[in-house]
T-cell receptor
């Protein structure tokens, strides 16, 4: 597609529920990233995929968070037993290839609210 | 670990004023440096980047120079417009492959006519 697409744009869920957030990267981009942005803060890294595999998952805060990218394109971020502290905007980005010399293209994000 | 520090905001200027947003970093090695911008209601967009010391990134009248000696990457624009009102984030490449970004907290800029 023309840009990075994230769905849903907004998600409200009850504490303790399970949620899935979807990211559709730019066609042909092999690298995909998930970030979390809390109100008034800069984005914080969660996980980086190169193709189908997670090349760096050091930013996942705990084992309630998991992400997959089974075919090397669309990715799903999964959060189990949601907590109010998980409320944030979850951003997805993609780039042609991983590497420090490339800027990313970000999606518009999914705003998650846990009540 | 690596980190980015931005000047405290918010910043409010009149149209055609000169803009500086300070950014300093702490890093091992030689990261690439970036400025991202987030306009109201929109996603983060790459504004400019620099990949090595003394490089100058520029775009849309904005400039920033990679200063290794002062570990800084200050954003400047000679004459701001109302349409420049946004949140600006400084970032550096990080991680084992340099692929992830570490962001500063962001600086809110408001330009009044």
């Amino acid at each position: 597609g023309a840009g990075v697409s994230q769905t849903p744009s907004n998600k409200v869920t009850e504490k303790g529920k399970y949620v899935e957030l979807r990211c559709d990267p730019i066609s042909g981009h092999t690298a995909l990233y998930w970030y979390r942005q809390s109100l008034g803060q800069g984005p914080e890294f969660l996980i980086y995929f190169q193709g189908t595999g997670a090349a760096d998952d050091s930013g996942l805060p705990n084992d309630r968070f998991f992400a997959v990218r089974p075919e090397g394109s669309v990715s799903t971020l999964k959060i189990q037993r949601t907590e109010r502290g998980d409320s944030a905007v979850y951003l997805c980005a993609s780039s042609i290839t991983g590497g420090k010399n490339y800027g990313y293209t970000f999606g518009s994000g999914t705003r998650l609210t846990v009540v | 670990g690596n980190s980015v520090t931005q000047m405290e905001g918010p910043v409010t200027l009149s149209e055609e004023a000169f803009l500086t947003i300070n950014c300093t970093y702490t890093a091992t090695g030689y990261p690439s440096l970036f400025w991202y911008v987030q306009y109201p209601g929109e996603g983060l967009q790459l504004l400019l980047k620099a990949t090595k010391a003394d490089d100058k990134g520029s775009n849309k009248g904005f400039e920033a120079t990679y200063r290794k000696e002062t570990t800084s990457f200050h954003l400047e624009k000679g004459s701001v417009q109302v349409s420049d009102s946004a949140v600006y984030f400084c970032a550096l490449s990080d991680g084992p492959s340099g692929s992830r970004l570490t962001f500063g907290e962001g600086t809110q800029l408001t330009v009044n006519p």
